[in-house]
Structure formats: structure tokens, C-alpha cells
């Protein structure tokens, strides 16, 4: 399985360290993302949208962080981090929404701009961060793992741009029970960092 | 299965709609958005992001449309709505997360200031509509349903804010696929409308 990715993403981030995490062996294929590789061919014909991680296996080609998650667990059978039944599945797609959208358009988007210059609302991403936050760590208040009572695709799919939330300029300092989830999270037999982790 | 719900929302509708397509009986609790009930107990305690739909069904309590309709599919083992394997369970949380994030962020924010007079920035909702919709009309030209040769749960996740979108000033006539595929899934047996459509 090929991964189009850059060191720097945290959304490829998020598929590199699920792999380590459920021991899936991936072909990392390295993205020229300041040479806009990822807006021609042949890389924008497998990815219309112009964004990475890409994840190429034999025929199948897919886009979208969460969704290459979702295919890696699936692939592999690993029910412990992607259960079937559709109440622990819908705990964890619950997770896979909110890194789409709160934790994207929040403290994702807050490091774009701090860290590589792309020009978006810093306040509207500080806005969303001080909203998504608070409900992050009183949820982590009452339990050690986002969705079930172990680690699954769903802590890994929110754990990468929250724990680098910093670098887009957001403190965690107001967040222990966060802090605590992101400790326990780099606990794990497997973990790799990624730069600014 | 108990939905509080909401007739104008397209979040909510998104469930009403899968559960009409496929045959699912729901409750339906009419919450008092005006009124502010979803920010107050017993549905703040429900869901603390302060948000509907929320699902109840016995002890599993849901927020988040898409979740939502993943639950209803596993539950009912609807596995033409949502399969299991690998490959084609990707395909379909790919269009989950568009609609979690481009689309929320894009079209139904711009419904929500035009029709509801909520403060968040148009020039924002525009710009990312006129980004997403684009590329879901150029994805439509190849195929008749968003992730697989038949319907699924992406299309109901996606549908309803891109069919309102003319209700945030959207017009959807420079989108002719887009536009055929929306008249599909009106065509399809047990599809319940939502006012605005």
C-alpha cells in the first residue's frame, strides 16, 4: 500500500501512525507539497482535490484521512480499533466528524497559518479551537479514550492537530485532561512521533 | 428509536430521509430550537456540543448526523447503504467526511446566515461552495450515486445541504450534474422531502 504523503501533514500523520500503531506496513511516497506536486498529474488525477494523504492499493485509490483510516482497519479486520456493531461504529465515526470538521477548521487551521503562511481567519479558527477544547477535555474528563474504553481509529484521527495545537499558537495548559490523553496516546506500543511532537 | 429532531434542519432531515429510504421506523421529538432546549437539560446532557439530531436508542445515545446514519445502517445490517468491506465502507466515509466538513462549512453555514440570520462570515460559505461544488459536479459527471454504482449513506450525508443550498443564495445552475443527481435521489422509492426542497 502506497502513502503520498509529507512529514509535515498531520493528516498523513494520522494514517503513518495508525499503521505503527496496528503494525500495517506502508510505502511512504514523499509529496513536493511546496513545489505544488499535489496540484498536477499525475498526483490531482488520483486526487481531484489537490490534498494528501493519498493512499494507493492495487486498484483502489481514496482520499480523505478519516476514510483511509476507516479503509486500513477494515482491510486489516482490526475490530479493536474499528468495531463492527453499530453502536461502538458510530461512537467512533462520531470522532471521524469531528476531526473532519471542528478539529480541521480549529486548531488544523490555526497551525497553517502560524506555521506555513496560508491565509485563513485566525480567528475564526481560534474561535472554533475555544469551543471544540473545553468539550474535548471534560469528554476525556470522564474517560481515558475518545470513543470506546481502549485506543481506536478515532483517537487517532483527532490525537495529531490537537496535540500540535501549540504551534498554531494554542496553548493546552487550560486542557489537563487532554494533556493526559495525549500522554497516554504516545504510551503505546508502536508510537512515532511526527516534527513538533 | 427516538430522533429529536427538527424539521427545518438538514442534519436532521439527513436521518429522517435515510430512515424513509430504508424502511426504519423513528420516533420523532420535535426539539425547540427557537426556544433554546437544546442548550438546556435533559438534551444538553444528551449532547453536550449543544447540537441536534441526537439519536436514543435504549442506552446508546448519539450526536452527529453522519454517525448517526452509520449506526441506523449497522443496526438494520443495511449493508447496500453502508458495506463492511474495506474498499467500498472507505468509499462511503470519504462523502461522510465532505459532508462533516466542506459541505457544513460551505452551503449549509450559508443557509444558516441567509435563513436564519446565524453571525458567521458569507464571504467564507462562498468561498468553500464554490470550491466543493465544482468538484462534486465533476465526480458526478462519471457516475450516477457519490461513492458506489448505487445509493448509500454518502448521498443521503451530502444531499440535503447541497440541494438547500439556493436557500443561502447559492444557485446550483452552473452545476447540471449535480442537479440530475439530486433529481435521482428524489425519484428514489420512500424519499421524503423537507420544506425548501
Chains 1, 2 share one sequence.
Not at 482497519?73 to 461504529?89: F, H, S, V, Y
Not at 477548521?105 to 497551525?111: I, M, Q
Amino acid at each position: 500500500m502506497k502513502l503520498y504523503d509529507l512529514e509535515l501533514s498531520g493528516n498523513c500523520y494520522k494514517v503513518r501512525l495508525f499503521a505503527a500503531l496496528a503494525g500495517i506496513p506502508l510505502e511512504r511516497v514523499p509529496v513536493d507539497l511546496l513545489g505544488g506536486e499535489h496540484k498536477r498529474p499525475p498526483l490531482i488525477t488520483l486526487n481531484p482535490w489537490g490534498e494528501i494523504p493519498i493512499l494507493e492499493d492495487g486498484d483502489v485509490t481514496l482520499r480523505d484521512s478519516q476514510a483511509i483510516l476507516v479503509y486500513l482497519a477494515r482491510k486489516t479486520n482490526a475490530l479493536d480499533w474499528l468495531p463492527i456493531e453499530a453502536a461502538p461504529m458510530a461512537e467512533v465515526v462520531q470522532w471521524l466528524s469531528t476531526a473532519a470538521d471542528e478539529i480541521r477548521n480549529g486548531p488544523a487551521n490555526a497551525r497553517l497559518i502560524d506555521k506555513f503562511g496560508v491565509p485563513l481567519d485566525k480567528a475564526d479558527t481560534l474561535r472554533r479551537s475555544a469551543r471544540i477544547l473545553p468539550l474535548l477535555d471534560a469528554h476525556l474528563a470522564e474517560r481515558r479514550w475518545l470513543a470506546l474504553d481502549h485506543p481506536t481509529i478515532a483517537d487517532c484521527a483527532v490525537f495529531p492537530y490537537v496535540a500540535l495545537a501549540p504551534e498554531g499558537g494554542i496553548r493546552l495548559d487550560p486542557y489537563p485532561k487532554i494533556r493526559q490523553w495525549i500522554g497516554r496516546i504516545q504510551e503505546l506500543p508502536g508510537y512515532i512521533p511526527m516534527p513538533g511532537l
